[in-house]
């Protein structure tokens, strides 16, 4: 069994998830934005440590607390190195938004596609699906599958901001996140929850592809 937390992190209602296998220590926590101190609260309170940082993409609005919650917690931060650029300066994706104290996100753990993290009693597997940004990533583990801005209830990512490509966030759709059972549940970076059945029912970017 998973045990999934969800925080809605401002400064744009990103979904931070704290992630582990059910009576495990060991959690994962996927995309902290916002500040730190909230996640660790909220880790704390769930009697789990943090192992590992995964980020599904460099947008700041899902990594503002990431290199606080490394040096805290000292777990590495899983990311797509095509995304390096846009985490090393958060300041530099919308000027004004991310105050100059953030850190920016300069040590990584680079992943690709299959890649397995083992956080405690769970294995996350990285699913490269590039379109919303060059390095975007999904984790799927045992019956879900974390999406960030790729895929939303309803929705999909954006393409028009630097880096955005709209068919090949079409192509990741269909072939990394289509071919997944009906019934994973869909933890996107905003937003509600939903499942991968629900989605190919429902969503009206899925119907054509
Ligand atoms: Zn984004
Ligand atoms: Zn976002």
Redesign the pocket.
């Known amino acids: 069994m998973l045990l999934v937390k969800c925080l809605v992190v401002p400064p744009l209602d990103a979904n931070c998830y704290i992630v582990a296998a059910e009576g495990a220590r060991e959690a994962a926590v996927i995309d902290p934005g916002g500040a730190g101190e909230g996640i660790r609260d909220s880790v704390a309170q769930a009697d789990l440590v943090v192992a590992a940082i995964l980020l599904t993409?460099g947008?700041f609005?899902?990594m503002t607390a990431a290199v606080e919650l490394a040096i805290s917690s000292g777990a590495p931060v899983y990311a797509h190195p095509a995304d390096a650029g846009m985490l090393a300066r958060p300041q530099a994706q919308m000027p004004g938004v991310v105050d100059d104290s953030v850190p920016g996100v300069k040590e990584m753990r680079p992943v690709e596609e299959g890649d397995e993290i083992e956080v405690g009693d769970l294995r996350m597997t990285v699913l490269e699906t590039p379109g919303?940004?060059p390095g975007c990533v999904c984790y799927l583990t045992e019956g879900a599958i974390f999406t960030?801005?790729t895929l939303f209830a309803g929705g999909i990512?954006r393409t028009d901001?630097p880096g955005g490509d709209f068919e090949q966030l079409r192509a990741s759709l269909r072939d990394k996140i289509l071919p997944l059972p009906d019934d994973t549940k869909l933890y996107p970076?905003h937003g509600l929850p939903s499942t991968i059945g629900e989605e190919r029912r429902t969503n009206p970017w899925l119907a054509d592809l």
Do not use: E, M, R, T
């Open positions: 993409h947008h609005d899902h919303h940004s960030g801005d990512g901001l970076g």
